[in-house]
Each structure stands twice: as structure tokens, then as C-alpha cells.
């Protein structure tokens, strides 16, 4: 099996992260968990989400953690922007790209955005074509790929046309989000093997939840196909707020770990990821997912 030389990893943690999570964590914490993640190699933070603070109140501080991080050269600080208004103040924090999102299924994208798919488009499109003008990159995640909570499978083909119309917009990348954490290797290879038909390898990321423990197996069919850009969160935080039963993204540190074994290049310093997520394990008051972090934590000092 011939392995990609090096992958990219996204730190979703400080948005995708905490969004769910029910104990607050201050903006002060926030600031200094960034600054930390900031200096483990990461090049890429997605740090937090412009959304109205009545549907997201865990990152109802968006602006202040925004303005409050040190800023490292070599890292990208990106955020959630759901809209025109959300592009506004993510503007002003100075942002450095804007990622935008919408579902392949219908009744989630209602659930999460109280939109349908089209006019959801037609408000994305406004925001990316201000963000490029600003001089802002702008990603996009299309999330329930695999499976939906209320639809159950999801039309191939929705994802597809959905993914050509944000390219056409001018998003450079695109996250395929197995939302609920449905996905399994044979699935993601069916629909990775269809998704390259039409789009570069490069223009695509993947984005698992390990609801079902497929996360780290799901990348691995992923790599088999060249896809080399993953999205993670530190010590396995997450959840969708609209998606009952959703649990954490796949773990930066176990995914660390595989990646690491099969000699693929991160860039990551393994105790520095594992200081951060010692770090918001404390402060969220419970034990993480990560059995990468569970061993550690086990070891003597």
C-alpha cells in the first residue's frame, strides 16, 4: 500500500470542539488554549463561529477570542460565518479565512440553519464573494455526507451538485462531514472513488465523527485514495447540536498517533498536542475520548 508522504490536519477543537459542550468555557481560557494550540505545529486553527449566540451560546464570545489571540505566523485562524451579519464582525476580528457551511440533507440543513438547501446557497454565495474581496480564503463544509439523523442515507448526487456550486463560487476546499458518524471504509470509499471523478483530490478534506468508533479506520480508507487533508479535534471534543446522538470529531491526538506509525508527516509535536488537551480536559471538567490521551495520562511522571 503506498501511503501519502504527509498530511494536513485541521484543528477544528476551539469551534467544532466546544460548541457542544455544556459547561462554558471563559473567553480567557479560550484565548489561552488557542495560544497553545497555536505553537504545537498546527498550521491551521478553526477558533471559533460568528453564528447568532442564541443557537450557539458556547461561542456567544466569538469577537473577543478573535481579537484576543497572539497570532502565530504560519497559522491560519479561521471561523464559522453563517451569513452576512456573522461575515461582518468576523471581518472585523480580522479573521484570516472564513469557512462557510450547509448540509446535503434538507431537513438537517432546516434543523441547523432554518433554511433550505437553495436559499441557504444563495446567502452563502453573498458571504463568499465579500470574504474573497476582503482578501479572505473561504472553505466550505457540507456536512451529513454519509448520513443523516432524520433522512438517513444522502443522495450522492446532492453532495455533488452542492459541491460544484461552492467551487463555482470560489471556495478552495471543500469538507465532506460525516456528521453523525455513520460513515464505514467501504461507504467512504464508494463515495470518495465517485467524488474524484469530478473534483482534484486536493480540493477535498474529510471531516469524521467518531460516534461509532470508524473515525481513525475511515481516514485510513481516505489515505488509500489520496485524500491527504483531515479535520480533527483535540482530544476527540465535539458534537452537532442538530444531529442527536453525534459525539466527537476523530481525536488530533490518536490520529496523530496512526499517522505518525505509518511514517506520514504532520508537523505536530505529539506532547504539545497532548498539553493542550490536557489543558481543556480540566477545564471542561470530564475525562476526553482519546486513547492517545488516556495513555499518556497513564504513564509515570
Not at 494550540?37 to 456567544?60: D, N
Not at 432524520?150 to 456528521?179: A, H, N, P, W
Not at 477545564?283 to 490521551?293: K, N
Amino acid at each position: 500500500m503506498k501511503w501519502p508522504q504527509s498530511v494536513s490536519i485541521k484543528e477544528v477543537g476551539p469551534r467544532d470542539g466546544l460548541q457542544n459542550e455544556k459547561k462554558c468555557i471563559s473567553t480567557e481560557d479560550k484565548i489561552q488554549w488557542i495560544n497553545q494550540l497555536s505553537h504545537t505545529g498546527l498550521s491551521y486553527i478553526e477558533i471559533t463561529s460568528f453564528v447568532h449566540p442564541k443557537w450557539i451560546p458556547a461561542l456567544a464570545d466569538a469577537y473577543s477570542v478573535a481579537k484576543g489571540i497572539k497570532r502565530v505566523e504560519g497559522v491560519t485562524y479561521a471561523a464559522l460565518v453563517p451569513n452576512q451579519k456573522g461575515l461582518e464582525k468576523a471581518l472585523d476580528a480580522n479573521i484570516d479565512e472564513v469557512s462557510i457551511f450547509l448540509s446535503a440533507s434538507e431537513t438537517h440543513n432546516r434543523k441547523n440553519i432554518n433554511k433550505s438547501i437553495n436559499e441557504t446557497l444563495a446567502v452563502l454565495s453573498d458571504v463568499v464573494q465579500e470574504s474573497l474581496t476582503s482578501g479572505k480564503s473561504v472553505r466550505g463544509y457540507i456536512s451529513t455526507v454519509f448520513g443523516c439523523p432524520y433522512e438517513g442515507r444522502v443522495s450522492l448526487q446532492k453532495t455533488m451538485s452542492i459541491c460544484e456550486e461552492l467551487f463555482e463560487m470560489g471556495v478552495y476546499e471543500v469538507s465532506l462531514g460525516d456528521t453523525i458518524g455513520v460513515a464505514t471504509p467501504k461507504q467512504v470509499q464508494e463515495v470518495t472513488n465517485e467524488m474524484l471523478k469530478r473534483f482534484h483530490s486536493d480540493k477535498l478534506a474529510m471531516h469524521f465523527h467518531d460516534t461509532r468508533g470508524t473515525a481513525l479506520a475511515n481516514v485510513t480508507a481516505s489515505l488509500c485514495l489520496g485524500i491527504t487533508r483531515f479535520d480533527s479535534s483535540i482530544g476527540g471534543l465535539g458534537g452537532c447540536p442538530y444531529a442527536p446522538g453525534a459525539s466527537g470529531n476523530v481525536a488530533t491526538d490518536d490520529l496523530l498517533y496512526m499517522l505518525e506509525g505509518m511514517e506520514i508527516v504532520t508537523g505536530l509535536s505529539k506532547d504539545k498536542i497532548h498539553n493542550a488537551a490536557l489543558f481543556i480536559q480540566e477545564r471542561i471538567g470530564r475525562s476526553l475520548a482519546s486513547h492517545s490521551l488516556q495513555v499518556y495520562q497513564a504513564k509515570p511522571s
